[in-house]
């Protein structure tokens, strides 16, 4: 069908028709036959019949060719006109095969693998009937308490956005309408969700409108750019107004000045939570102010379907705004080739060869084994086969390492910890114990895993949070390990062997109780499906850690937000050890978080050699090149992150002490010596003004170039007009 005949088509439905294309339903809504306009199951709780379902527009979590076939044909026979339904689905990090979390995914630095990792979930889905996937999440993150941190790549804009663009890419490919085992993207969640106050989910949002473009928006905008078809609302407030009500967000920024002509979908049930934000008295008022502020599908209450006619035929609203939604969704489905092929890439047998592959699972092994950081070892890492290893712990023989947002994987199919050994080692060389549970214990596990150690070379730890602790709703106060598990490492450490804490867990922790005990500490996040058997391959040495942090880990809860890219203030704190008073500085902490952005060890060393610029002066005609040599010297094949900051000195307004402007992955054997070159280009000096003006200051800046955020080598040079 051409825009015509859309058009035409939407001429010829009625306005409950229209307005029903604006709903989305969960799979449930569909499981009922059709009963002449009854209200059953969970119709009841919102109060709608099943006409409203009969001319909905998109159903949300269906999934597997079986019941989304099953449901599409039932509802194109219902359908007056035959409308095919849009099946949407959160496809976060994995369909089947559960990849690590996107802030592990993220601490790859690895954009190939992302996008591979988000092609293979698309793939995975597409053959399982969806459309659509909700997904990527790209909000910026600053503040562990916040669980759904686990879900974003991190604290740095430039890094998110190019995140942003390769999972937009691996989802939706060159050629949705062609490409049947692709799937279209919707980044979410529009905007600035990652920056409730005091880290509690939902909570108030409030920054400054040059904060967020500087720093929330740029992933958002690299998605759209990338071509995602969706964006989705975020339930939290900007400047006082709930996003889904926001018409600065949606009509004046996404449509007229990004230009961005997809559909937009409220998060679930944020239409009618208008109304305990306070910002709309009953549904309709809330229907009136989110279709007039921008949200074309209200996805899980019923605020439009309720209300949207009466308001159309009061004048309230005009027919015309309503049409633009509608044509806009029929336009998705005609890209999606829905109204040739309802069942679009649907195949239970192909869902059958290729969901949870030999060839998806190794690149998820491959993902979580370069998602890992080390971060800390005091040459205990590498372990030797013939070693004999304790393997305790709540995680040592855990399945929940899928993380949250996996809601289709299986934990069944996860390898923990101890499969994973045992694929590497000969079972008479280790012993699992677990030692207490995730938040308690009993003496006697204790008593048994102290045991298990005392007879141990080596201790390994498996310790973190269960996935309940983090994701949506999983706010914490205190981001510790919970208590048992501390008292485990401190007993453990008191038979004095040497000991390898592996954390499991959806944020960066507070690490007081496991950094000094340990002798060697790797962060495996939620590793995915391969978990047990890629934190295997990085414990014995088969894979070289890779991983660096793209959030900060707090000294403790008390510094959050801790983030490398702060300002210096009016104040700044002298040497870390000076004896000052009134500066910017805690009493009572460091003012530097115990591990910065950017960090990550690994078996072999890496010096930086030879760091230089082409020039100390550029223009915005002539740029200039950062090069380095980065030599591997130390034993053991390794990959190296390099990573160049700019500071700009002097701004109109203040800018940070460092931005991230580029990175470089490389691969080094031992002695070997690589390369890597970056140019600077005035594009990368600029920033939003006072009066939003996005441009750059002629003056003076500092290239920093290094392994990490704080451990760079510093380079002067200067901006001409
Ligand atoms: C989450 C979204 C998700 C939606 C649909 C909401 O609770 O905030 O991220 O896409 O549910 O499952």
């Not at 499981?31 to 006409?51: E, F, H, L, R, Y």
């Not at 800018?655 to 970056?678: A, D, S």
Request: proline share 4%; with cysteine; hydrophobic share 40%.
């Amino acid at each position: 069908m051409n825009n015509k005949q859309l058009v035409s088509l939407m001429d010829q439905m009625t306005l409950d028709e229209k307005i029903g294309q604006l709903m989305q339903l969960a799979t449930p809504f569909y499981k009922g036959s059709a009963n002449q306009g009854q209200i059953t199951g969970p119709m009841v709780g919102m109060g709608i019949n099943d006409d409203v379902v009969r001319n909905s527009g998109s159903v949300l979590g269906a999934s597997g060719a079986n019941e989304v076939i099953s449901i599409q044909q039932a509802h194109i026979s219902e359908n007056r006109l035959g409308i095919p339904l849009l099946v949407m689905s959160d496809i976060v990090h994995g369909y089947k095969t559960i990849f690590p979390v996107p802030l592990a995914i993220g601490c790859s630095w690895d954009l190939e693998l992302a996008e591979k990792s988000a092609e293979i979930a698309a793939k995975e889905a597409a053959v399982s009937g969806v459309h659509v996937t909700f997904a990527p999440m790209v909000d910026l993150v600053r503040d562990p308490r916040w669980g759904r941190v686990m879900e974003s790549t991190g604290e740095d804009s430039y890094l998110n956005s190019q995140f942003a663009k390769a999972q937009v890419r691996g989802f939706q490919g060159s050629d949705l309408t062609n490409d049947y085992d692709r799937v279209a993207s919707c980044v979410k969640h529009f905007a600035a969700y990652g920056a409730p106050e005091g880290g509690r989910d939902y909570n108030t949002v409030n920054m400054s409108e040059r904060e967020l473009r500087d720093s929330y928006l740029p992933a958002y905008k690299a998605a759209l750019d990338a071509g995602s078809e969706m964006v989705m609302t975020a339930f939290n407030t900007v400047d006082g107004i709930p996003a889904t009500g926001n018409k600065q967000l949606m009509r004046d920024l996404l449509r007229d000045e990004w230009n961005f002509d997809g559909v937009i979908i409220s998060d679930w049930g944020a239409v009618k939570e208008l109304i305990p934000h306070g910002v709309a008295e009953n549904e309709k008022e809330a229907a009136l102010k989110a279709l007039t502020a921008g949200v074309d599908i209200e996805m899980m209450t019923a605020c439009y379907v309720k209300n949207l006619k009466e308001l159309v035929d009061n004048g309230d609203i005009e027919e015309e705004l309503l049409n633009e939604s509608v044509l806009r969704i029929l336009q998705l489905k005609q890209k999606l080739g829905l109204f040739d092929n309802p069942y679009r890439g649907a195949n239970e047998q192909l869902e059958k060869d290729i969901v949870m592959s030999e060839a998806h699972r190794q690149v998820s092994r491959e993902l979580a084994s370069k998602s890992a950081v080390l971060l800390k070892n005091d040459d205990v890492l590498p372990l030797q086969k013939e070693q004999k290893v304790a393997l305790i712990g709540p995680f040592a023989d855990n399945n929940d390492i899928l993380g949250p947002w996996s809601w289709l994987g299986s934990k069944d199919e996860a390898i923990t910890m101890n499969e994973g050994l045992k694929m590497k080692v000969n079972a008479s060389n280790f012993t699992v114990s677990k030692g207490c549970d995730i938040e308690t214990s009993d003496d006697r596990q204790l008593t048994e895993a102290l045991q298990v150690a005392k007879d141990a070379d080596v201790v390994v730890l498996a310790l973190g949070e269960d996935s309940e602790m983090s994701g949506e709703a999983g706010s914490l106060t205190d981001i510790r390990l919970p208590q048992v598990q501390l008292d485990l490492i401190r007993k453990v450490k008191e038979l004095d062997k040497p000991m390898v804490s592996v954390l499991f867990n959806g944020r960066p922790l507070d690490l007081h109780g496991v950094m000094e005990h340990s002798n060697a500490v790797l962060e495996a996040w939620y590793p995915g499906t391969e978990g047990g058997a890629a934190i295997a391959d990085l414990i014995f040495g088969d894979a070289n850690p890779s991983g660096k942090l793209t959030m900060s880990f707090p000294y403790s809860v008390g510094q959050v937000p801790v983030y490398y890219n702060n300002f210096n203030t009016g104040r700044p704190k002298g040497a870390p050890d000076a004896q000052e008073r009134y500066v910017s500085q805690y009493l009572d902490s460091p003012n530097e978080p115990l591990f910065p952005f950017g960090y990550g060890l690994s078996y072999t060393t890496f010096t930086y050699n030879n760091a230089r610029l082409s020039a100390a002066e550029m223009t915005a005609d002539r740029p200039i090149t950062m090069k380095v040599s980065v030599k591997n010297t130390g034993n053991t094949a390794g990959e190296e992150t390099v990573q160049l900051y700019i500071r700009d000195l002097v701004g109109e307004v203040v800018r940070p002490l460092k931005e991230l402007k580029g990175f470089v992955k490389i691969h080094l054997q031992p002695e070997e010596e690589k390369e890597v070159t970056f140019t600077i280009s005035e594009e990368e000096l600029r920033y939003h003004h006072a009066n939003l003006e996005f441009s750059s200051d002629p003056g003076k800046f500092i290239a920093y170039i290094g392994s990490n955020s704080r451990d760079v080598q510093a380079i002067p040079f200067e901006l001409l007009k």
